[in-house]
Each structure stands twice: as structure tokens, then as C-alpha cells.
């Protein structure tokens, strides 16, 4: 009985600790690179600062996975409603968060991106 009750708490400990990194990893694809010169691209950042050491580089029209976090108190699920001009003045002078995979490799992790050079993805 001992064995069957140790498989019972290591099952509820691996379902615990699946559903936190899946809250923690909740993104949507709502949002795209724009705005950058064309022979350049938006450099997503470790940390919400243009001294952050950059992680990938994304050109024009690149989806973005945001996690809906942005610096100064914008929440992107929030804003979504309002109208795509709205939201783009909302993050416009901000940093936002997104989950990329910078070198490709199945190693997902959070990154910054800043305000000025996304917009609501045109579908």
C-alpha cells in the first residue's frame, strides 16, 4: 500500500507542477513586428531594457506569441477590444513580454520586446 499511496503523490506532484508551467506559459497570437527600417529587425531583450541583453531578432510581419504583460501596467487582454490604433498607443512608449524559442531549439523562455515597433496582427 505504501507504493501504490508514493506513485499517488508523485502523480499529483507532476500534475501540479504541469498546470503551473502551463499558466505560466499562456500566450496568444495576437500581435506583429512593424515599424522596423527595412534592412533591420526587432530585437526581443532578456529584460525590459534596451541594455538587456538581446536574445532573437524578428523582422517586419513576424507573429508574436505575447503573454499579454507589459511594462507601466498595460495588460494586453485588457486592451483587446479597443480598437487596433488604440492598443498601438496603449504599448507605444512600453516594453512587452513575449515566449519565443530564440534559437530554435525547443527551449521556450520569455523575452521583451518594445511597444513602438508592434501592432495588433492583421488576419
Known amino acids: 500500500m505504501i507504493g ?18 502551463a499558466a505560466s506559459a499562456s ?3 495576437a500581435w506583429e ?9 526587432l ?4 529584460w525590459p ?10 523582422p517586419n510581419g513576424t507573429r508574436l506569441q505575447m503573454t499579454g504583460r507589459c511594462m507601466n501596467g498595460v495588460d494586453l487582454q485588457r486592451i483587446a477590444r479597443w480598437s487596433a490604433q488604440r492598443q498601438s498607443n496603449a504599448v507605444r512608449a512600453t516594453w512587452c513580454q513575449i515566449w519565443h524559442d530564440p534559437q530554435q531549439n525547443g527551449r521556450w523562455q520569455e523575452g521583451w520586446v518594445y511597444g513602438k515597433f508592434i501592432r495588433p496582427a492583421r488576419f
Do not use: K, Q
Open 27 to 29: 500566450t496568444f497570437v
Open 43 to 46: 530585437n526581443a531583450r532578456a
Open 33 to 41: 513586428v512593424s515599424g522596423v527600417a527595412w534592412n533591420d529587425v
Open 49 to 58: 531594457s534596451s541594455s538587456s541583453a538581446v536574445r532573437a531578432g524578428y
Open 4 to 21: 501504490f499511496r508514493s506513485v499517488l503523490i508523485s502523480l499529483a506532484v507532476m500534475v501540479v507542477g504541469l498546470s503551473s508551467e
